[in-house]
């Protein structure tokens, strides 16, 4: 019964944090710092009731410094913002130390590109986006920046089948 729920838990509480990232950073362009803890907090609580390996823990925790790291280097860079870095780190933390982590940076990247382009078309003719009657927020049309959060969030969502822990969860059912 416990390790259902925690199976359970695990499959609806990444995708859930992922998707309020994503919508947070598209409707202000901020990405709250509870969601990035919530992340750590449901990952150190659900993955060892779904059977993730205190060693595998440990590399998780190793991955996600790296992540943290680089991702430190691009915010102090002025590349990257907090919220992103805080976010990309705390979801590194699913994946852990293996291929399912680069599977999931590569997404992201991918995904970045794919952001990226679509932000840039929409702000190149948000005078017609929006005389078509197609309501974009503020923070989008009238900001630079490329909310990176929706970026983090698809290559999590589309990367997650492959992570230890959801591999573990599914096997439950």
Do not use: E, H
């Amino acid at each position: 019964m416990l390790n259902d729920i925690a199976a359970v838990s695990v499959l609806a509480a990444f995708p859930a944090a992922l998707a309020a990232a994503a919508m947070s950073d598209f409707l202000t362009m901020k990405i709250s710092n509870r969601l990035s803890l919530a992340l750590v907090a449901a990952f150190v609580v659900l993955a060892p009731l779904v059977g993730i390996p205190l060693a595998d823990l440990g590399m998780s925790l190793a991955a996600a410094s790296i992540v943290f790291a680089v991702c430190f280097a691009l915010f102090a860079a002025n590349v990257m913002g907090g919220g992103d870095a805080k976010l990309l780190t705390a979801a590194s933390l699913w994946f852990g130390f293996d291929q399912s982590l680069i599977a999931f940076l590569v997404l992201v990247s991918y995904a970045g590109g794919g952001v990226t382009l679509l932000f840039l078309a929409l702000r190149a003719r948000a005078d017609l986006v929006l005389s078509i009657g197609i309501p974009l927020p503020v923070s989008v049309v009238g900001s630079k920046k490329i909310p990176y959060g929706i970026a983090i969030a698809l290559g999590g969502l589309i990367a997650f089948s492959q992570s230890p822990v959801a591999i573990l969860a599914l096997k439950a059912f």
